[in-house]
T-cell receptor, first 113, second 116 residues
Framework: DSGVTQTPKHLITATGQRVTLRCSPR?????VYWYQQSLDQGLQFLIQYYNGEERAKGNILERFSAQQFPDLHSELNLSSLELGDSALYFC????????????FGQGTRLTVV | AQKVTQAQTEISVVEKEDVTLDCVYE???????LFWYKQPPSGELVFLIRRNSFDEQNEISGRYSWNFQKSTSSFNFTITASQVVDSAVYFCALSLFSGGYNKLIFGAGTRLAVHP
């Protein structure tokens, strides 16, 4: 158990809908990251927050947004969903904003139908 | 450009064989970290090792060992006496200091199948 909790584990929704994925980082970790894993794109970095502030953006679509709350948990919001958004979404956390190892949650498998 | 290449897509071995997973990275940065992660069939990503660019010392942890060579930009992973439980997808990743953030650039992964 990595100590990173993601909910829900599975999500099935229709095209055009909006969903929210939730992540609780390991106790003491200030940095939260979101990654998308799909068969064609592999593991892609989406976004990083550190102590409540957005720190870095990767290949995140404009339809996607995220935030980190004062209690350090994070949410990833996906809207206007398309079939191609079906993927495994991982949250990870680390102690610092760089250099320390990132521990991953079990992921949320999103299926858009 | 920053990139991680894991040329071996799939490897199949019989239990107790030794197996080496290759990882080649590209970066012009002098300060970076390298990681290996394991993704078993259950799907989670499990951290295995971190190495910074200034530490070329090889590391051994039980049946696992890692060989970091800056001269060839490689960070290879060897499993000695493989076991069925080692069956998983293994990812090598690069983390750069540029911009002061911890963006992990992952390779495509190597799927290891260990057969009894």
């Amino acid at each position: 158990d990595s100590g990173v909790t993601q909910t829900p584990k599975h999500l099935i929704t229709a095209t055009g809908q909006r969903v929210t994925l939730r992540c609780s980082p390991r106790s003491g970790d200030l940095s939260v990251y979101w990654y998308q894993q799909s068969l064609d794109q592999g593991l892609q970095f989406l976004i990083q927050y550190y102590n409540g502030e957005e720190r870095a953006k990767g290949n995140i679509l404009e339809r996607f947004s995220a935030q980190q709350f004062p209690d350090l948990h994070s949410e990833l919001n996906l809207s206007s969903l398309e079939l191609g958004d079906s993927a495994l979404y991982f949250c990870a956390s680390s102690l610092t904003h760089w250099g320390s190892e990132a521990f991953f949650g079990q992921g949320t498998r999103l299926t858009v139908v | 450009a920053q990139k991680v290449t894991q040329a071996q897509t799939e490897i199949s071995v019989v239990e107790k064989e030794d197996v080496t997973l290759d990882c080649v990275y590209e970066t012009r940065d002098t300060t970076y970290y390298l990681f290996w992660y394991k993704q078993p069939p259950s799907g989670e990503l499990v951290f295995l090792i971190r190495r910074n660019s200034f530490d070329e010392q090889n590391e051994i942890s039980g049946r696992y060992s890692w060989n970091f060579q800056k001269s060839t930009s490689s960070f290879n992973f060897t499993i000695t006496a493989s076991q069925v439980v080692d069956s998983a997808v293994y990812f090598c990743a690069l983390s750069l200091f540029s911009g002061g953030y911890n963006k992990l650039i992952f390779g495509a992964g190597t799927r290891l199948a260990v057969h009894p």
